[in-house]
């Protein structure tokens, strides 16, 4: 399958890449600094150099894909998910493409439920607010497309490796949870859902 990866150079993003070169896939990953992705070399991968918070940008990289991931970062800062995400949906449209992997945060909607004291107050309550906001906005721009999406909601990332043994698809009254979860898993995750609708048009959220 041909894929798109906007936030391709960040912790999650690059994981993704990796993986999605290992499934066979081919895969295109939309970056500002292309050098952040000089590690990786293989045939099937395409650099596209461009600012997600460009919308021409966003629809010269979608030419001729057949799926896109998102995993925007953007540190405290609070603008770039969702302005980012609401050109890739606007320009997705444009395109004629439809499917959508997004990757936001355990926290949001129902899944507030889950967080510990920590999380709701002092994480996102203060020190991570603004990133907490975006997330939040980047998710209403999804549910309001008539895109099918998969938004994933992950906990706090981890360096661990693949065990699968983590939970998917938890209610917000789920509380035995450690909050934490390998970015590995979260990309391979991601990955997984380009073969199945089992979360087409839902959000899930995914922890240990």
Same mark, same amino acid.
């Given at each position: 399958?041909?894929?798109?990866?906007?936030?391709?150079?960040?912790?999650?993003? &690059?994981?993704?890449? =990796?993986?999605?070169?290992?499934?066979?896939?081919?895969?295109?990953?939309?970056?500002?600094?292309?050098?952040?992705?000089?590690?990786?070399?293989?045939?099937? /991968?395409? $650099?596209?150099?461009?600012?997600? #918070?460009?919308? @021409?940008?966003? *629809?010269?990289?979608?030419?001729?894909?057949?799926?896109?991931? !998102?995993? #925007?970062?953007?540190?405290?800062?609070? =603008? &770039?998910?969702? *302005?980012?995400?609401?050109?890739?949906?606007?320009?997705?449209?444009?395109?004629?493409? @439809?499917?959508? &992997? !997004?990757?936001?945060?355990?926290?949001?909607?129902?899944?507030?439920?889950?967080?510990?004291? $920590?999380? =709701?107050?002092?994480?996102?309550?203060? /020190?991570?607010?603004?990133?907490?906001?975006?997330?939040?906005?980047?998710?209403?721009?999804?549910?309001?497309?008539?895109?099918?999406?998969? $938004?994933?909601?992950?906990?706090?990332?981890?360096?661990?490796?693949?065990?699968?043994?983590?939970?998917?698809?938890?209610?917000?009254?789920? +509380?035995? #949870? @450690? /909050?934490?979860?390998?970015?590995?898993?979260?990309?391979?995750?991601?990955?997984?859902?380009?073969?199945? @609708?089992?979360?087409? +048009?839902?959000?899930?959220?995914?922890?240990?």
């Amino acid at each position: 399958m041909k894929v798109i990866i906007f936030g391709a150079t960040g912790t999650v993003g &690059i994981e993704i890449v =990796k993986q999605a070169l290992k499934n066979g896939d081919e895969v295109t990953a939309f970056v500002r600094d292309p050098q952040k992705l000089q590690s990786i070399s293989h045939p099937n /991968l395409y $650099i596209h150099v461009g600012d997600v #918070l460009s919308l @021409n940008d966003v *629809e010269n990289a979608l030419q001729n894909h057949e799926a896109v991931f !998102c995993a #925007l970062g953007d540190g405290r800062k609070g =603008k &770039i998910r969702a *302005e980012g995400t609401k050109n890739i949906i606007e320009a997705m449209r444009k395109k004629g493409l @439809n499917r959508l &992997i !997004c990757q936001t945060t355990l926290g949001l909607g129902e899944s507030y439920g889950n967080l510990n004291f $920590i999380w =709701k107050h002092v994480m996102f309550g203060m /020190l991570l607010k603004r990133a907490f906001q975006d997330h939040k906005l980047q998710e209403k721009y999804i549910l309001d497309s008539n895109l099918d999406y998969t $938004i994933v909601r992950p906990s706090a990332f981890t360096d661990d490796q693949i065990t699968n043994k983590y939970s998917i698809g938890f209610d917000g009254s789920y +509380k035995k #949870l @450690n /909050l934490k979860i390998a970015r590995k898993e979260v990309a391979d995750f991601m990955i997984r859902q380009l073969n199945t @609708n089992e979360y087409l +048009k839902r959000t899930v959220s995914i922890s240990n």
